[in-house]
């Protein structure tokens, strides 16, 4: 239920879509009403251009990846490297018969350099369909892909495919590999992503594991003063980082993270 109404919300209220329904509500209601319905699309005008000129999902980002600073080293012995889906579009995927990777590949990037720094670590990718409508493949399938056409050993890899957001990466993953106490893991996730990503497994009691932002969005400087009309970018930006604070809030509220976030 969490995962269907979840994505039923985000559909409502991704900031482009938002703005379309109050633009439709706008006329509706000047239908009846020409002052209040002018007052609806005037809302949806500013709306549209204040997000579109101005860099507020740039800034949100950046509050999200100040959160986690990459370990300078990590310890000698790491035990497992866990590395959370989002990196492919599995519907190209299996549309080409390629593996599709999209703007978060360096999620993939990085963990292979540490599972080659360290050899013995055990390497979870973690990923099954997040789609509401499933089309039956999943990440795993397209990193089992990737990892063949590049010759990577799977010798050490294990598929976990059944998780279809955040919490289902950390929960299920942990049931499958069972993490003894002491073991040092590695998590591996877009840096703006990361902070909700930790919390869940804190949440889960999953000891021992360090936090290894990848995927940086932003330099981590922002300008107010609109330079160009980059809307696409502006909005693009407002639509990650705004999926990202919803994740977190409907997170705490249902109890699968405690904030404040750490």
């Known amino acids: ?150 010759g990577f050993s799977e010798d050490n890899v294990i598929y976990e495919d059944e998780s279809r957001n955040t919490y289902e990466n950390i929960k299920l993953t942990k049931e499958l590999i069972l993490p003894q106490p002491g073991e040092t893991w590695v998590l591996i996730s877009s840096s703006y992503h990361l902070p909700r990503a930790y919390a869940v497994a804190r949440k889960q009691k999953w000891g021992g594991i360090i936090p290894y932002p990848t995927d940086y969005r932003t330099s981590g400087d922002v300008s107010w003063i609109p330079s160009e009309f980059d809307f696409l970018e502006n909005f693009y930006n407002l639509h990650v980082a705004l999926h990202e604070y919803i994740g977190i809030a409907a997170y705490h509220f249902t109890g699968k993270i405690t904030l404040p976030l750490r």
């Open 1 to 150: 239920m969490f995962f269907s109404l979840s994505k039923i919300i985000w559909a409502l209220l991704s900031p482009l879509n938002l703005i379309f329904l109050i633009f439709v509500l706008g006329m509706v209601v000047s239908l009846f009403s020409k002052v209040q319905g002018r007052s609806v699309l005037m809302l949806g005008f500013v709306m549209f251009a204040g997000f579109g000129l101005f860099p507020v999902g740039q800034y949100m980002l950046i509050l999200l990846e100040k959160h986690h600073e990459r370990p300078a080293a990590l310890p000698d012995r790491v035990d497992g490297i866990l590395v959370l889906g989002g990196t492919f579009n599995s519907s190209v995927s299996e549309g080409r018969g390629l593996p599709a990777m999209n703007e978060a590949a360096e999620r993939v990037v990085d963990a292979l350099a540490l599972a080659q720094k360290h050899p013995n670590a055990l390497v979870v990718f973690s990923g099954g369909n997040g789609k509401l409508v499933n089309n039956g493949r999943t990440e795993a399938d397209d990193i089992a892909l990737f990892l063949e056409r590049v």
